[in-house]
């Protein structure tokens, strides 16, 4: 599984449609036991999200959660799928599923989904002021740190790691890139709960990491226009 996908990653990254629908096809024969028909709808997931195929991709999706709901890669592409289509809710319930068969099986769950969950907390605590959301995503927060610090990054966090990087120009290495991402999601829980300071410091420290992003230093300056 892992070299196919690895090929058709080069495949989307070129953009070469026609060479992704080939690898799916030669592929296939491969996967014909149950499981491995799962792992061929992730894979069918790649090039469908690639042309922005929700609701196919979706569709799909739901055929592997027939075969085998338990399989925590499924439900972290729902939550990544419903997240492309601003269901923030729906998004969160996959990636809170995604984390409790991780947990269930001992495996770490994907860091990446981790960081996406904080964020829809983190907006959902702007909408609808819920202790239970603050208290989640604090949780969430430390449990990320954590890791980073320990560098317990897993190999399923490659694909969702590469997408990171080149939203950062492809100037930063994998935990360059994390830190960054976490200390900009701290930064705006802070925010959030009107923590100023700490916001500020937060943000400073991606800024350290990765200068040129023009959404960071808008959010600092806003934060600087509505407390000076």
């Known amino acids: 599984y892992a070299l196919w996908v690895y090929l ?3 495949a989307l990254r070129m953009k070469c449609t026609d060479m992704a629908d080939t690898i799916l096809k030669v592929s296939a024969p491969f996967f014909d036991d149950a499981q491995c028909k799962v792992e061929h709808i992730l894979l069918e997931y790649h090039v469908l999200m690639s042309a922005h195929d929700y609701t196919t991709a979706l569709s ?3 055929a592997a959660v027939l075969i085998n709901d338990q399989d925590a890669r ?3 592409c729902v939550g ?3 997240l492309a289509l601003h269901k923030h809710v729906d ?3 996959a990636f ?3 984390i409790q068969e991780c947990e269930r099986q001992k495996e770490m769950p994907n860091l990446f989904g981790q960081m996406q969950l904080i964020e829809i907390y983190v907006a959902l605590m702007k909408d609808k002021e819920s202790a239970s959301y603050e208290e989640k995503a604090a949780a969430l927060i430390e449990t990320c740190w954590q890791r980073i610090q320990n560098n317990e990054v897993d190999d399923r966090d490659t694909i969702n790691i590469n ?3 080149q939203s950062n120009r492809d100037s930063l290495d994998r935990m360059q890139a994390l830190t960054h991402k976490l200390n900009c999601i701290h930064g705006n829980y802070c925010d959030a709960i009107n923590d100023v300071s700490l916001a500020l410091t937060h943000f400073s420290n991606a800024s350290y990491i990765h200068p040129f992003d023009d959404t960071l230093w808008s959010k600092l ?3 600087r226009l509505l407390y000076n």
Request: hydrophobic share 50%.
């Open 8 to 10: 058709l990653r080069i």
């Open 60 to 62: 799909r999706l739901g």
């Open 74 to 76: 499924i439900w972290m």
């Open 80 to 82: 990544c799928t419903y």
């Open 91 to 93: 998004a969160m319930e």
């Open 96 to 98: 809170e599923r995604h």
């Open 163 to 165: 997408v990171l990087l």
């Open 221 to 223: 300056d806003n934060i």
